[in-house]
Nanobody, 121 residues
Framework: QVQFVESGGGLVQPGGSLRLSCAAS????????MAWYRQAPGKQRELVAV???????NYPDSVKGRFTISRDNAKNTVYLQMNSLKPEDTAVYYC???????????????WGQGTQVTVSS
């Protein structure tokens, strides 16, 4: 069973920052790009950042310039640095593998537990 372990979420005020982490198996890191997704209450899960094996990155306009994805292949970990957070960023954040730069569905049907991000004053 695929395992992704997300961490780093919390409660932050608007304008604040958080850094999320996601650990996965070495075989996944060696084979795929990685992506962060989020799901807000009552909404569909959406892609927020993707990084290829080679380090190319892509973001939707909603987070571009505020979020930065990075990966540490030695630690099998992908990160999401989130700055200038807004209340609309409130969601559960998940990671999964990606074959492209966001144009493909997530590789695996199974998801981790996610990490809650709440942006509120």
């Amino acid at each position: 069973q695929v395992q992704f372990v997300e961490s780093g979420g919390g409660l932050v005020q608007p304008g604040g920052s958080l850094r999320l982490s996601c650990a996965a198996s070495r075989s996944i890191f060696n084979s795929y790009g990685m992506a962060w997704y989020r799901q807000a209450p009552g909404k569909q899960r959406e892609l927020v950042a993707v990084i290829s094996i080679g380090g190319s990155k892509n973001y939707p306009d909603s987070v571009k310039g505020r979020f930065t994805i990075s990966r540490d292949n030695a630690k099998n970990t992908v990160y999401l640095q989130m700055n200038s957070l807004k209340p609309e960023d409130t969601a559960v954040y998940y990671c999964n593998a990606q074959r492209g730069l966001g144009g493909s569905p997530p590789v695996f049907a199974s998801w981790g537990q996610g990490t809650q991000v709440t942006v509120s004053s």
